[in-house]
């Protein structure tokens, strides 16, 4: 099973790539970590891949929405100056 994480990211904070690289890390570690060993597992044997795709505000909700609703491991990350 090929698995990959995809880290959303919500174009219209108009973050610097050094803050969105950070802020993608967050995302990605705490999605890791609240997912279950067995998709850990998975997920770490078909390479650990992750890929990074940018959207507006209003789809990056409705995409939160979804992966939660299927369940999906998910993390919004919540920075402290821009929501």
């Not at 090929?2 to 969105?20: C, F, V």
């Not at 998975?42 to 979804?66: C, D, H, P, Q, Y």
């Amino acid at each position: 099973m090929d698995i990959k994480q995809a880290i959303i990211i919500n174009e219209d904070l108009g973050m610097s790539k050094g803050k969105t690289a950070a802020q993608s890390c967050h995302a990605s570690l705490n999605a890791y970590l609240k997912s279950d060993t067995e998709l850990r597992s998975k997920w770490k044997s078909s390479g650990s891949k992750k890929i990074v795709l940018k959207t507006e505000a209003s789809n990056f909700n409705e995409i939160m929405r979804r992966a939660e609703t299927l369940n999906i491991p998910c993390y919004k990350v919540i920075d402290a100056g821009l929501h």
